[in-house]
């Protein structure tokens, strides 16, 4: 989607305040959201793409306004209701409603090390078709799709060259939206600076998104 | 307790008086004790999540990795060739760095990892990313002007100096191996690794000369 969290080349947000000292967290709740987010994700009543998506269903207003752990929260508001492990009563009264379900935690204390160890790649072992080669020159597709997706708009109808094939990973766009498990050619796509940005960019410099094949299209 | 707005380019500023909760720190209490409540969260484990990523994952890890690159030619070529297994190789697998290119800097090349799109970040090697890292102001601009970017981190990188902006819109992780610095032939792994800062591996700074360690990063 079109969306708020989509920023790659916008203008005014002002310097990177590089605070070489700064905490990771700036209060309390931020560590709270942190681990209830992990937490939660351990249920699998949503995936990686769908926290995503969910952030970026955040309203653009709101989004911009909200803090990074301020919009995690919005997102889990959102998909603990949607997902139907709260209703949107309890989330509004901070209590659970009479007789309902009591669930197990998906993730104990000594779980915690193990879960996180282990990671959960999202690189796939289908055999399939590999379209695009190391130096090929490919265009990715002007597409603007209202769902979830991984091709920033400031690459979308400028033509880059495949620099790397990643190999074969889970296609976040239909993961987001279907919950099913595409998989598809991944790569890591060279864009000149001044094909993206124009003549104000340095000549020698790029920038490398890594696209799904499906984002591409070949170019004669 | 502090609400502040980190991460919407307010810089420091508290937000208001702290006497009063703020209504996001209510929510999250109430949010919390919901889920405890209804048994969909385990209270030790929030507690050891805040542990794990606070004090015991961080760019520490990343900077023993850059530093046996330095030392080890072997460990360098198969850092850049599969940089996943070298770095699970010095117990660093997890979450967030499953799957990780490892992006050099030479005399000629200066690398750069954002993620314009929300905030990925390789974890195991470098923790929870920094607030400028999220910040709206660093994921619209790196790609646009990494120069003017890394002016505002203090670097001045030489005019024919190519700049590689890494958007990483994958499940790929990237780290940036920085440039040894000179002066210090000889020196061990442990003594590298103290040269090695969490932004020279973002790739928002270079790696400290000797002497300069202390200095924050």
Redesign the interface.
């Known amino acids: 989607m079109n969306g708020a ?18 905490p ?13 987010n ?3 994700g351990a ?1 699998g009543a949503w995936n990686l793409d769908q926290k ?1 998506y969910a ?1 970026e269903n955040v309203p653009a207003g709101q989004y ?5 752990y ?1 919009r995690w ?1 919005y997102a ?2 959102t998909l603990l209701v949607e997902k139907g ?2 209703t949107a009563a ?2 509004a009264s ?3 409603a009479p007789g ?6 998906a ?3 000594a ?3 193990p ?9 796939m072992d289908d055999d399939i078709p590999v379209r695009f080669k190391v130096g090929d020159t490919v265009r990715a597709r002007n597409i603007h799709p209202r769902g979830h997706t ?3 708009r ?1 690459a979308r109808g400028k033509t880059g060259r495949i620099m ?1 094939h ?1 190999g074969v ?2 296609f ?1 766009d239909i993961h987001a939206m279907e919950s099913r498990r595409e998989a598809q050619n ?1 790569y ?1 796509v ?1 864009f000149a ?1 001044r094909e ?2 124009g003549d104000d ?2 000549p ?9 094949d499906p984002y591409l299209e070949p170019v004669a | 307790m502090s609400d502040h707005d980190n991460g919407h380019g307010h810089g420091h500023g508290h937000s208001g008086e702290m006497s009063e909760l703020s209504p996001t720190v209510l929510r999250v209490r109430a949010l919390e004790s919901l889920l405890l409540e209804k048994g969909l969260v385990d209270a030790a484990a929030l507690d050891e999540l805040i542990e794990t990523y606070e004090q015991r994952i961080g760019p520490r890890n990343g900077a023993r990795v850059v530093a046996r690159a330095w030392v080890d030619a072997n460990f360098h070529d198969w850092l850049l060739r599969d940089g996943a297994a070298a770095i699970h190789s010095m117990g660093y697998p997890g979450r967030q760095g499953e799957d990780m290119m490892v992006v050099e800097n030479t005399p000629d090349t200066h690398n750069m990892v954002v993620c314009t799109l929300c905030s990925c970040y390789p974890w195991p090697v470098l923790g929870l990313p920094p607030a400028w890292y999220k910040s709206e102001s660093y994921r619209a601009r790196s790609v646009r002007d990494p120069r003017g970017v890394l002016k505002d981190f203090g670097v001045n990188l030489p005019e024919n100096m190519a700049i590689r902006v890494w958007d990483s819109t994958s499940e790929m992780r990237y780290l940036v191996l920085p440039m040894r610095p000179g002066g210090t032939d000889g020196w061990d792994e442990n003594r590298l690794a103290e040269l090695v800062t969490r932004d020279s591996m973002i790739g928002t700074g270079l790696a400290l000369a000797p002497g300069a360690q202390g200095g924050g990063q």
């Open positions: 969290h989509d920023l790659g080349g916008m203008h005014g947000f002002g310097a990177v305040d590089p605070d070489p000292d700064g990771l967290f700036h209060a309390d709740w931020e560590r709270r959201v942190l681990a209830i992990l937490a939660l249920i995503r952030v911009f306004a909200a803090s990074y301020q929260l889990l508001d492990l709260l309890e989330l901070g209590k659970a309902s379900e009591k669930h197990r935690p993730l104990l204390a779980d915690v090390k879960a996180l160890s282990r990671g959960a790649s999202a690189r991984r091709l920033p400031y790397r990643h990973f889970l976040p991944c890591a060279s600076a993206l940005w960019a340095g020698g410099d790029a920038v490398i998104i890594d696209l799904w």
